[in-house]
């Protein structure tokens, strides 16, 4: 069963940091193009980061640029999103996807973690 599970979501002060995992089943996370999309109430869905199945090339909204960071570890099929400085604008539920064009296209979505930051 293909799945995406997010986790390391929660409450945190403003300026302090967390890490969200996203954890694949089913399928093979390193063939994938991966993202982190967010969405905060009354708002439409946002990109947040982003990097293809190559790993060589990452791009982040200018909201994160140089606080949020995208990695992978392959070996547990597992996606990262290292969020530093928070700011009570990056409040949202937090969204893992994975996007692979061949023939069809294969695109997956978790079911998101919640992410607040509040004094």
């Known amino acids: 069963q293909v799945q995406l599970v997010e986790s390391g979501g929660g409450l945190v002060q403003p300026g302090g940091s967390l890490r969200l995992s996203c954890a694949a089943s089913?399928?093979?996370?390193?063939?994938?193009?991966m993202s982190w999309y967010r969405q905060a109430p009354g708002k439409e869905r946002e990109l947040v980061a982003h990097?293809?199945?190559?790993?060589?090339?990452?791009n982040y909204a200018d909201s994160v640029k140089g606080r949020f960071t995208i990695s992978r570890d392959n070996a547990k099929n597992t996606v990262y999103l290292q969020m530093d400085s928070l700011k009570p604008e990056d409040t949202a539920v937090y969204y893992c996807n994975a996007k692979r064009t061949t023939w069809r296209t294969y695109d997956y979505w978790g079911q998101g973690t919640q992410v607040t930051v509040s004094s």
């Open positions: 990097f293809t199945s190559l790993g060589s090339n990452k």
């Open positions: 089913g399928f093979t996370l390193s063939t994938y193009d």
